[in-house]
């Protein structure tokens, strides 16, 4: 079974500070994407990382791919209230959840971020 | 209206009840999608539909029953539920399922639901 482990679980801290989420898992994918998810919307998609070792920059969130394409970390430079949401990182799993063609997402618990003024 | 909407936003519903939640895509995709999202858990992939056929099912209680009238419309039929199916319940869509690069989701904003 593929899982996608999220860390920290919660994080509070102040404008300005910078930090580091991690997303990992003992599978290998084949992508894997961020989703940022505000209270009350649906999740909406950051990045999709495909290549190991990717980085992406997304103005001041850094997203990168591990080598072996079983980990993911997002780092936000100087955060802002605006960034406050859930973090979610999703996987593209090898196949289907019972063995269809189909490969559909796996998602992580997510990451609870809350940047205070 | 754009991107993917649902209905209703909040729903309080007791264990006998039957209710329908709806969503609906205006942005052409063929693929959609419907998931659960509880505390303490991952989003869970409940159905998948492409060009409104079912491809997925993820071992869903059969108190869950969706419908897919179109490309553009998604219903979960609901009947007899549990307390633990409380939840927020997402709908997405996407361009397609059938890629080797996962195609982006957009998700509806969910219900809310309560089963007392």
């Known amino acids: 079974t593929q899982l996608l482990e999220q860390s920290p679980q919660f994080l509070s801290i102040q404008e300005g500070e910078n930090l580091t989420v991690y997303c990992n898992s003992s599978s290998v994918f084949s992508s894997l994407q961020w989703y940022r998810q505000e209270p009350g919307e649906g999740p909406v998609l950051l990045v999709t990382v495909v290549t190991g070792g990717e980085v992406k920059k997304l103005k001041r969130l850094t997203f990168q791919f591990g080598d072996a394409r079983k980990d993911s970390s997002l780092h936000i430079t100087a955060a802002q209230p605006g960034d406050t949401g859930l973090y979610l990182c999703?996987?593209?799993?090898?196949?289907?959840?019972?063995?269809?063609?189909?490969?559909?997402?796996?998602f992580g618990k997510g990451t609870k971020l809350s940047v205070k003024p | 209206e754009t991107g993917v909407t649902q209905t209703p936003r909040h729903l309080v519903m007791g264990m006998t009840n039957k209710k329908s939640l709806k969503c609906e895509q205006h942005?052409?995709?063929?693929?959609m999608y419907w998931y659960k999202q509880s505390a303490k858990k991952p989003l869970e992939l409940m159905f998948v539909?492409?060009?409104?056929?079912?491809?997925e099912n993820n071992s869903v209680p059969s108190r869950f029953s969706p419908e897919c009238p179109n490309s553009s419309h998604l219903f979960l039929h609901l009947h007899t539920l549990q307390p633990e199916d409380s939840a927020l319940y997402l709908c997405?869509?996407?361009?397609?399922?059938?890629?080797?690069?996962?195609?982006?989701?957009?998700f509806g904003p969910g219900t809310r639901l309560t089963v007392t």
């Open positions: 997405a869509s996407s361009q397609d399922t059938l890629s080797s690069i996962p195609y982006e989701q957009y």
């Open positions: 539909y492409s060009l409104e056929e079912r491809v």
């Open positions: 942005l052409g995709h063929n693929a």
């Open positions: 999703a996987g593209k799993a090898e196949r289907g959840i019972y063995g269809g063609s189909q490969g559909n997402l796996i």
